[in-house]
C-alpha cells in the first residue's frame, strides 16, 4: 500500500520512525511534510494528506501533531477521510477491522519512538472486516456512517 504521512511542528521528531516503520511493514510512504520543526499549522497538512486519500494517491495516512487532537479534528472534515487518535495497538487495528478507519492519528508530545513503531505496525498490519463473512454487523455501522457523510 502507499501510505501518506503528514505532520506538523508537534509530530516532526516522529516522523522519520513513522516513515521507518512504513517501510518496515513493506509499505510505501508519501512523505508530505513538514520537514522542519519550524511552526506550521496543522489543518494544511492534515488537508495534504486528505487530499491524497482522496484522490487515491494513498490508501490509508498516518498524521501526526502535538497531541494527535486538532490534526485529527482537521482530517476528519474532509470527505472519505476517516481519521481517529490512537495511543494503544488494540484500537489501531480495531479502527481499520470494525470501522474501515483510513487514517491514524498521533500525538508527537504524547507517545515515543517505541509505541509509534508499534502503533504503525497495528494500523497498517489491519483490514477492514465488513466484507468477510459474519462481517455484516461491521459493514451495517460503516454503512450508517457513510450515510452521515453523505448527509452533512
Known amino acids: 500500500m502507499k501510505i501518506a504521512v503528514a ?54 495516512g498516518i498524521l501526526v501533531c502535538g497531541s494527535g487532537v486538532g490534526a485529527c479534528i482537521a482530517a476528519n472534515k474532509m470527505k472519505g477521510v476517516w481519521a481517529a487518535i490512537c495511543h494503544d495497538t488494540y484500537s489501531a487495528a480495531q479502527g481499520v477491522e470494525h470501522d474501515n478507519m483510513n487514517v491514524l ?20 498490519g489491519a483490514r477492514y472486516l465488513g466484507n468477510d463473512t459474519g462481517g455484516e454487523r461491521f459493514a451495517r455501522r460503516v454503512g450508517k456512517i457513510s450515510a452521515l457523510e453523505k448527509k452533512t
Not at 506538523?8 to 511493514?25: N, Q, S
Not at 508519501?30 to 519550524?38: H, R, V
Not at 492519528?105 to 497498517?124: D, M, N, P, Q, W
Request: charged share 25%; glycine share 12%; proline share 5%.
Open 7 to 60: 505532520c506538523d511542528h508537534g509530530g516532526f521528531p516522529l516522523k522519520e520512525t513513522i516513515l521507518a516503520a512504513v517501510r518496515a511493514a513493506g509499505h510505501e510512504p508519501i512523505d508530505l511534510g513538514t520537514n522542519s520543526a519550524e511552526p506550521v499549522d496543522f489543518p494544511d497538512f492534515a488537508e495534504k494528506l486528505g487530499r491524497a486519500i482522496q484522490k487515491g494517491e494513498a490508501e490509508r
Open 105 to 124: 492519528c498521533l500525538g508527537g508530545r504524547v507517545i515515543g519512538v517505541e509505541l509509534a513503531s508499534s502503533l504503525v505496525k497495528a494500523f497498517l
